[in-house]
């Protein structure tokens, strides 16, 4: 497709699909059952275990139980009334050393849960990468190691011939930006590696295996609707400076295009090609850019970036400005922004769009009545929802959206101090209690549903309405 947009593949056919309304979670953030029946370790596993990593200590040994619970979770999410639940699977679970040997009870948990979620009319959307490395693999280096395309293609094999029958919607990876940067460039994330060399190989070594993945899921399941899911957010600098705007440029190649550009376009942002060339191959770049059916977004809020010169890419996240609502973790409202970066995607790439995360954390408590009023995340909700509507009142091709999260789970590196869920958990307990938002949620699904399926447009008037 030419980059300025004229090819048109997966545009909008005359008659619209219905929009699809969505929750997602990921495995390592819900599952718990660390040691069930087989699963091998991850990287989150042994980087918990490591001093100062977590907030308060936390591990993902229970996290939410689901891997015990899911029928329950089923039946929060047939309550609620979704279309589609997306979820991610546990790739030591099914691979507990990431290649060779199989964990048949791995393969048949999943089994479970997608026959429940069909059962129940939900549409199971698959992720196979949600930031859980096998540790065995990361034993060899990782993505660091550019033997890593092939184990993940194995991988992608073995889970499109085993639900390939049942599942048609795979996301290849979840936000590779956030796992490389994090987990390679600035050593907050597993494996905690702070290395400009092994941030740019495991840059490349992603989109090959994004590329490898696709063609693998094509191959084995006939009607798959397949894509990646990126995080875009508009990056501002954070001062005046000149090196802070020359930042803020600088941080975007890493954030926003070091996988869309080579994997719909085949070429990475100017400066980081120059990075990466040493650790890139003749082919390579065509084996990346694998056509895919649909872009899927996570978006919360902007990036606020300042130059950071002592950090391996030179930038990094800067203070933002003072007189911005900020939600509990500290990330900026910004619901312009939603509507701007659809817009964006939307002239950029010329393929329908899947949200496929957003929502907020919040300080939720269970009130004497025993219930959660998380006005302020319906407040959120309704605010970005409504920002969705602009956007595709503007001609933005946007198909579904995904609240982030079904539950309150393990925050990565801030533990379970931040509830994301529209269901609240009671940790000690493991008890649910679905909180306004979810009846809120519920109630803007079911008001979408009563009016005939056509055009985003009438999507949105719901939306609008129930705002
Ligand atoms: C996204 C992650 C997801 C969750 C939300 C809050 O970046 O994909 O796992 O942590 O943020």
Not at 304 to 314: C, M
Request: glycine fraction near 8%; include cysteine.
């Amino acid at each position: 497709m030419a980059e300025d947009g004229s090819g048109d593949r997966g545009r909008a056919p005359a008659s619209r699909p219905a929009f699809v309304w969505g929750v997602s979670t990921s495995s390592f953030q819900i599952e718990g059952g660390a040691q069930a029946d087989g699963r091998g370790d991850s990287i989150w596993d042994a980087f918990c275990r490591q001093q100062n990593r977590v907030s308060n200590g936390d591990t993902g040994d229970v996290a939410c139980d689901h891997y015990h619970r899911y029928a329950e979770d089923v039946a929060l999410l047939r309550d609620i009334g979704v279309d589609a639940y997306r979820f991610s699977l546990s790739w030591p679970r099914i691979l507990p050393r990431g290649r060779g040997a199989v964990n048949e009870a791995g393969l048949a948990f999943y089994d479970r849960l997608i026959d429940r979620l069909l059962a129940d009319g939900i549409d199971p959307w698959i992720c196979l990468y949600h930031w859980d490395l096998p540790q065995a693999l990361d034993d060899l280096g990782g993505w660091t190691n550019r033997d890593i395309a092939g184990w993940f293609a194995d991988y992608a094999a073995l889970v499109a011939r085993r639900y390939g029958d049942r599942v048609r919607r795979f996301a290849t990876f979840n936000e590779p930006c956030v796992f490389t940067l994090f987990g390679y460039g600035f050593g907050w994330h597993a494996p905690g590696i702070a290395d400009r060399t092994a941030l740019h190989k495991a840059i490349h070594h992603v989109n090959l295996s994004h590329g490898a993945a696709v063609d693998v899921l094509r191959d084995a399941v006939p009607e798959v609707s397949v894509g990646a899911i990126h995080n875009r957010q508009p990056c501002f600098p954070s001062g005046t400076s000149k090196e802070d705007q020359e930042a803020a440029l600088a941080f975007a190649d890493y954030w926003n295009d070091a996988f869309p550009l080579p994997q719909h376009f085949a070429r990475y942002p100017a400066k980081l090609a120059e990075a990466i060339e040493p650790f890139q191959k003749p082919g390579d770049m065509a084996l990346i850019a694998r056509p895919v059916d649909w872009f899927g977004l996570n978006h919360y809020s902007p990036h606020y970036i300042k130059a950071d010169p002592g950090n391996v890419i030179g930038c990094s996240f800067g203070p933002a400005p003072a007189d911005v609502q900020r939600t509990s973790i500290g990330w900026t409202i910004v619901p312009d922004a939603f509507r701007d970066t659809l817009l964006d995607i939307d002239a950029r790439f010329r393929l329908p769009i899947y949200v496929l995360e957003n929502g907020t954390a919040a300080d939720d408590k269970v009130d004497n009545e025993g219930h959660v009023q998380d006005i302020g995340r319906i407040a959120y909700l309704q605010a970005y929802t409504s920002a969705m509507q602009e956007a595709i009142s503007a001609g933005a091709d946007v198909r579904g959206y995904f609240v982030w999260s079904l539950l309150d789970n393990f925050e990565w590196t801030a533990g379970y101090s931040q509830r994301f869920g529209l269901v609240y958990v009671d940790y000690p307990t493991q008890q649910r209690i679905p909180k306004a938002s979810a009846q809120w949620y519920s109630d803007l699904i079911a008001a979408a549903r009563r009016t005939p399926v056509g055009t985003g447009r009438q999507m949105t008037d719901v939306v609008a309405a129930k705002g």
